[in-house]
């Protein structure tokens, strides 16, 4: 019985994936990092108000996220990710790989990034 699936066998240069690896490390490190400072300062400014006689109240409404907010940062994590999942396959449909699967990629994340500018925009209205 022959199978349905067909059999690619795409190589990548253990280079490229080498610094693709590398990449995202510090993409993902840089972040952390940022999301790290980013609660030690809301913590300090929390404090400073404080400490400056500020009700708790006032200190928790300026510093409360927005429910909306988050909702919206959902969405635009999904729609990068998807961005990043279909210019992914369509790479992996138009092998060799070359300057072609950057311009590929770079597309796919714009047009995440447009559909998130679209979806806000009319949230907003």
Not at 8 to 33: E, N, R, W, Y
Not at 62 to 86: E, N
Not at 108 to 124: K, M
């Amino acid at each position: 019985m022959k199978s349905i699936f067909i059999n690619q066998t795409s190589h990548i240069d253990p280079d490229v994936f080498k610094v693709g690896v590398i990449i995202l490390i510090i993409i993902m490190s840089m972040a952390f990092i940022l999301i790290f400072l980013k609660h030690i300062l809301d913590h300090k400014l929390k404090n400073k108000m404080l400490d400056k006689g500020i009700s708790e109240n006032v200190v928790a409404s300026i510093l409360q996220k927005d429910p909306d907010s988050i909702k919206h940062a959902s969405i635009k994590w999904f729609l990068v990710l998807l961005g990043l999942g279909v210019g992914l396959a369509i790479v992996n449909y138009t092998p060799p790989l070359g300057v072609h699967t950057f311009a590929i990629m770079a597309v796919s994340i714009s047009v995440s990034f447009l559909l998130n500018y679209l979806y806000l925009r009319r949230f907003s209205k």
